[in-house]
């Protein structure tokens, strides 16, 4: 992927990760797993060991954490999600507004992620976003969660987008498993760099953009279309 054209032009289409990169979820999840912790009699995780973990493929991440009582602390977490998800969740910075420019421009968006879709769906309906995406694929609907790019696939044969090139779209996410993603599905991979994780990633993974935050994101989907305005009027 040519890192400067993939800058300077405006995405087909644009599918986002959820948790971490749209919605600000890394305090309600450290909390959810702590409720986990709790209930089976284990110590609480500090922020900093929680933050190697935050968006592991759901199966990947019980087993390494909760081991032979992964069943049991899926129970539990579910349980503490569903009840407190809606209240304990808040949009990152910057994401509303990103989402508007995008709409403004008519530019579809989606959502994919390892997440249950149910629960997503719930999120986008209570921060108000219902009208925001046209695909939204969630935990176990595709052959394989991410790091696969099945689930991106799947996005964009549910939103009809088939006929634009991959390489035209963006996947915007915050870990190595939407990078690799966007990689396998040969699109504009795009780093919401939480946490300062581009200098680690960008020695594992090819990363065409990376922003700070969503507020960034958009600044530089305004100064492109400056930037294409002034070449119009050329």
């Excluded at 081991?67 to 209240?87: C, D, I, P, S």
């Excluded at 999120?123 to 176990?140: L, R």
């Amino acid at each position: 992927m040519n890192t400067k054209n993939a800058i300077h032009a405006e995405p087909h289409a644009v599918f986002f990760d959820w948790d971490g990169t749209l919605a600000d979820s890394f305090l309600f999840l450290h909390s959810a797993h702590n409720h986990v912790c709790k209930a089976l009699g284990r110590p609480a995780f500090d922020l900093k060991a929680f933050e190697g973990y935050f968006g592991q493929p759901r199966e990947k991440l019980y087993k390494e954490l909760y081991g032979e009582k992964m069943e049991e602390a899926r129970t539990h977490f579910e349980h503490y999600v569903l009840n407190n998800h809606l209240a304990g969740l808040k949009p990152a910075h910057g994401a509303e507004d990103l989402l508007k420019t995008l709409y403004d421009r008519r530019i579809p968006c989606g959502v994919v992620s390892n997440k249950k879709r149910n629960l997503i769906e719930a999120e986008i309906k209570n921060f108000g976003w219902d009208d925001f995406f046209i695909s939204i694929v969630g935990a176990g609907e595709a052959e394989a969660d991410k790091p696969s790019p099945a689930p991106l696939l799947l996005a964009v044969e549910r939103a009809n987008l088939m006929n634009i090139p991959m390489k035209n779209m963006w996947f915007v996410g915050d870990t190595d498993n939407d990078l690799l993603c966007a990689i396998g599905a040969e699109c504009v991979t795009v780093l919401i760099e939480r946490d300062h994780v581009y200098e680690k990633f960008s020695k594992q993974h090819h990363i065409d953009i990376h922003r700070n935050n969503c507020a960034d994101l958009n600044a530089l989907l305004l100064q492109n279309r400056i930037n294409v305005l002034k070449l119009d009027c050329v």
